[in-house]
């Protein structure tokens, strides 16, 4: 898929708040979260303060501690309290986190497909489906720990040790206070911090290798009658295994830097208790206070392992949001004009004027593929473009169907009384209900004749559906094989490529369009059916503009026009009976013979 120059620069930053705007019905149980995670280290943190802080009165006072009042059970209530408070804060913020985490994916799996339905021309062009089925999947699930791991643990460990360092640092004094502060800025700040970029990198690749793991297997499977039949198997094998060794080695960074962090914590934590203890013993802090504190600060290393869970993760499941914020924002070739045309009433004729073309390539330079293209075709008239294969017959009828905006020049469709409405300045809705396009492969989806039939009028009855397979000459192989509620299987491939063919001519038929564009639809089919095809299309639809783009002469005599393509410009136009007897025209049709 192309995409546009600020999508694969786009920063973290820049993803991160197109993550925060397209989730923001989620972000107040977000904040709920991260209030019962406050809550929680809270509790966490009081419940080891309040234990050592009575164990350590036992030394200095006896039995019953003398900041506590009452007796001992007040100690054992408080600390049950404590229990208690910790256990369903803990279950709150978990409930939350998952539940915003899973309600988040919904609203970007839905903001992914609508970013899709525009591009769909240029995904097909590109044809990267197992790529596209990764981003659509696997990615949008990793962005999960984004939300249900990342904001709350990164809050919570930097306000929890400043709270308790504000309500403890003046009963333990300032140079106990200090050690605290710096283990635990370093445990939030600099440990996390370690080899992010190399993390970064790593997951980075290890994602665009998964798209490409997906598209291998996907290519490999659907194409496993060629791996198989020309004795691909042990290179495809080869193949997917060296890819899943390059992503092997991808995650290896993540993982080494994942263990370098973790024993960088252990040791800040293991130097920060005893810099503590020993810094509050120097400057004369009282005991029980300063059992309490180390306490606490123990249980705060626990809210900053949050920081470096997710910096261990987040690094991936950034590199997935980048991934499907790329699709998210790359321009369509072709959008909804501001404020559109109407389509002109009645039957419709088509101009082409001045046309250039060039499909979008990766490389600086386009590929011409039309060159001055001018072309008239009449309402309800029968254009057939003719030339060999890679002459531009397709590009015309792409730019037609406006796949995509021609490089120069104008493509419209003409009304009555001299309108002349550019394709590019109606809406595309309107103009796929005034055209419809053949192409030279029917895309069928799993399911019945019948359903397969209804993408094209979702309402038409039975009846309906048996007149347009009767114009496409398919009905009587239906009725043989069970009837509209027969099977087509996965891509039809429980029908033969006529059978498809026809299949396609029958959703023609049933769209009704004004203008109709065919792509060598009759390429798979005997003379005779093939006669009888086009007989029983122009008898469905005897009003419509049809252009035709054909490699063979077959058919010619039912066009009223014929434009010879060469190389992406027009070297013939005329009425086939005018073109047949000498020219470009004539020796395509030579040479075609010689061939047969
Ligand atoms: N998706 C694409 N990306 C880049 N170039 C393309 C693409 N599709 C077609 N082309 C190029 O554009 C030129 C015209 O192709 P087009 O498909 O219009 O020819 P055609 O006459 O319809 O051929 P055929 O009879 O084989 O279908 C060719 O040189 C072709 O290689």
Not at 122 to 137: C, E, H, K, Y
Not at 266 to 288: E, K, N, R
Not at 324 to 343: E, M, R
Request: proline fraction near 5%; charged fraction near 20%.
């Amino acid at each position: 898929m192309t995409t546009t120059a600020q999508s694969r620069t786009a920063p973290l930053v820049e993803v991160g708040r197109w993550l925060i705007r397209a989730t923001a019905p989620v972000l107040w149980p977000l904040a709920g979260s991260v209030l019962f995670r406050h809550v929680y280290f809270a509790a966490a943190a009081a419940l080891l303060g309040v234990g050592a802080g009575a164990i350590a009165s036992l030394a200095v006072d006896g039995p019953t501690p003398a900041w506590l009042p009452g007796t001992v059970w007040t100690l054992i209530g408080v600390l049950a309290g404590l229990t208690l408070v910790k256990a369903v804060a803990g279950y709150l913020e978990h409930f939350l986190g998952h539940w915003v985490a899973f309600k988040a994916l919904e609203l970007l799996r839905v903001r992914l497909y609508r970013a899709l339905v525009p591009l769909a021309h240029q995904a097909a062009r590109n044809a990267s489906s197992g790529d596209l089925l990764t981003r659509a999947t696997k990615d949008v699930d990793r962005i999960e720990v984004f939300f249900a791991h990342t904001l709350a643990p990164a809050v919570t460990a930097v306000t929890m040790p400043a709270l308790v360092l504000a309500v403890m640092g003046p009963q333990v004094g300032g140079p106990a206070a200090l050690a605290a502060g710096v283990g635990l800025g370093l445990s939030v700040v600099v440990v996390p911090a370690l080899g992010v970029r190399a993390s970064q990198r790593g997951a980075d690749a290890a994602n665009a290798r998964r798209g490409e793991i997906a598209q291998h297997v996907t290519d490999s499977v659907q194409g496993m009658s060629e791996v198989t039949g020309y004795g691909h198997v042990d290179r495809r094998l080869e193949e997917t295994a060296s890819l899943d060794e390059a992503l092997q080695a991808d995650g290896a960074v993540r993982g080494r830097w994942a263990v370098a962090r973790e024993g960088a914590a252990q040791a800040v934590s293991l130097a920060t208790l005893p810099a503590v203890v020993a810094a509050g013993a120097s400057s004369g802090a009282d005991l029980v206070p300063l059992a309490a504190f180390t306490a606490m600060v123990w249980a705060l290393f626990d809210a900053t392992a949050g920081v470096r869970g997710f910096a261990g993760t987040l690094d991936a499941s950034m590199a997935a949001a980048r991934r499907v914020h790329q699709i998210a924002v790359t321009a369509p070739d072709v959008a909804d004009p501001p404020t559109p045309v109407p389509v002109p009433a009645g039957s419709l004729g088509v101009r082409v004027e001045d046309v250039d073309y060039a499909y979008p390539s990766e490389a600086e330079a386009r590929a011409t593929a039309l060159a001055g293209i001018t072309l008239e075709v009449p309402a309800g008239s029968h254009t057939a473009l003719m030339g060999a294969s890679g002459s531009g017959k397709s590009s015309i009828l792409r730019l037609l169907a406006r796949h995509d905006d021609a490089t120069a020049g104008t493509v419209a469709l003409t009304g009555a009384e001299g309108a002349v409405v550019p394709v590019s300045a109606v809406a595309l809705e309107d103009l796929r209900t005034a055209t419809h396009y053949v192409t030279q492969q029917t895309t069928l989806f799993r399911g019945s004749i019948a359903e397969n039939l209804r993408l094209s009028a979702p309402r038409a009855g039975d009846d309906r559906l048996w007149e347009a397979l009767e114009a496409a000459q398919l009905a009587e192989a239906v009725r043989e094989r069970g009837g509209l509620d027969t099977e087509v299987g996965e891509q039809g491939r429980r029908l033969s490529g006529g059978q498809r063919q026809r299949l396609g001519v029958a959703r023609a038929v049933l769209a009704r369009p004004r203008v109709l564009l065919l792509d060598e639809y009759t390429s798979h089919l005997d003379p005779e059916t093939a006669a009888a095809v086009r007989a029983g299309l122009r008898a469905a639809l005897p009003e419509a503009t049809i252009v035709e783009a054909t490699h063979t002469s077959a058919g010619l005599d039912a066009a009223d026009q014929v434009v010879v393509l060469d190389a992406g410009r027009i070297v013939a136009c005329g009425r086939p009976e005018d073109l047949k007897r000498g020219g470009p025209l004539a020796r395509l049709i030579a040479r075609e013979t010689d061939r047969a």
